[in-house]
Every structure is written in C-alpha cells, then in structure tokens.
C-alpha cells in the first residue's frame, strides 16, 4: 500500500472512531432486531458474528436468535485469515489476540452469513476496518470457496462518503444499521 494511501486510511480511521464513539453513546435503537430479521432468512445456515469491543455495535441478541450453529473470529496468527469457533451463550471465554474474547473450546466452523464490524462504510459496500486485513482476506477466502453473505454491522453515523480502498479491500453484500438495511448490487 502506497503512503498516500496508508495516510488516508489512518486519517479516516481516527475520524470514524470519533463518530463510532459518538453513536454508540446515543444508542443502537432496533439495530439489532433489524440485523436478526434479515438473519432469520438464513435460519440454518452456519453464522458467525463477533464479540463486539469497545465502541462496537452489538450483535449479539441477533447471533444468540440465530437457529443454527454461531461462530466467532479466532485470530490465528498477524496477516492470516480468521477462522471461527463455535460459540453459544454462556459458553466459557478467554480473552484473544487484540483483547477479543473467543470461546475456550468448541468446534471450527465455516460460516455462509457473516457479521463484519467495520469503523466506516460508504454507499458503495466498501468498509473499513482496523488495518489487520483479517476480514478483507477471509471475504476473499471464503468467497473463493463458494458463496458467503457479507453483512457490514455498524450505526448509521459511521457511513461516510468515501472509504479509501486498495485492491485487496472486499466489498459488503449488505449493511444493517439502526435505520435498515441496505444491499450493495
């Protein structure tokens, strides 16, 4: 990635946790009763959500909803795709790599639906996250493998106009926040 590009992304990372932060003190309202109807049409299929941090919106009354098998991200190693355990309410967690808690054990599962946290989004499905490129290479992983619906989770205050992208950034297939859902063609 070239410095223009990483400055961008920077500048607009600081920006977005300021309106993230913004929006998570005022609430998620039905965010995510509208995230668990747009789920229940996939009722079945193998999720995977994420255990939100900090100032992330909360999916997890639409995974607990969910009828069928839930995973969430285990980072395995810097620069790797994420791979999913199998979580359930009250199974027993550990803190993980970046803080995030994941299931102490259970089984590995490979999701058809996922719930992406992101800072940022824009009206073009694009994303934009912490910098890992976790989720942008397991998309890409798992959109090699066969087809996955990318479900961007996030309040309404995060869309932006534009989110600098690379080519290794991989668009949403939809966005959920607190005032509906958008699908990206």
Sequence with gaps: ?????????AAARAAAFA???QAHAA???QAAEILADVLAAHAGQVLAGYMPMRTEIDPLPAMTAHPGPVGVPVIMARATALRFREWTPGCAMAEGDFKALIPVEGAWVTPAVLIVPLLAFDARGYRLGYGGGFYDRTLQGLRAAGPVL???FAY?????AEVPIDATD?????MVTENGV???P
């Design 170 to 174: 991989q668009r949403l297939d939809m």
């Design 156 to 160: 309404a205050a995060q869309e932006v």
């Design 19 to 21: 309106a993230r932060k």
């Design 1 to 9: 990635m070239d410095t223009d590009l990483r400055q961008a992304k």
């Design 27 to 29: 609430g998620q309202g």
């Design 182 to 184: 958008t699908r990206f």
């Design 150 to 152: 990318a479900v961007g």
